[in-house]
């Protein structure tokens, strides 16, 4: 299994943008996905998630501007970023389980990350 990131950039503060996560490979029955972030000289950290029943997390920060969806159909997850912040500047990194119900055994797999950086 493999994902990979598309949709950073450069834009102004105020201004949005939508990253996606497309998975290749075989998948299993259950999956989970979740989006990381890093910003030079910071720990990676936990921006949004959906688990394997379905429901969505998010960090303070991004609650009401950021949405995370998912489109089983295309296996793609997505984050919707609005209102965006200079401190959303970060590379945003997918990840991704599959595996069997409730995720007991699963394999999982990090994308190469996509830049995001916003001017203020």
């Known amino acids: 299994v493999k994902v990979a990131e598309s949709g950073g950039g450069l834009v102004q503060a105020g201004e949005s943008l939508r990253l996606s996560c497309t998975a290749a490979g075989r998948l299993f029955s259950t999956n989970a996905v979740d989006w990381h972030r890093q910003a030079p000289g910071n720990q990676r950290e936990l921006v949004a998630g959906i688990s394997a029943d379905g429901s969505s997390n998010y960090v303070d920060s991004v609650k009401g501007r950021f949405t995370l969806t998912t489109d089983i159909a295309k296996n793609t997850a997505y984050l919707q970023m609005n209102s965006l912040k200079a401190e959303n500047t970060a590379v945003y990194y997918c990840?991704?389980?599959?595996?069997?119900?409730?995720?007991?055994?699963?394999?999982?797999?990090w994308g190469q990350g996509t830049q995001v950086t916003v001017s203020s």
């Open positions: 990840h991704r389980r599959t595996g069997d119900e409730g995720l007991v055994r699963y394999l999982e797999v």
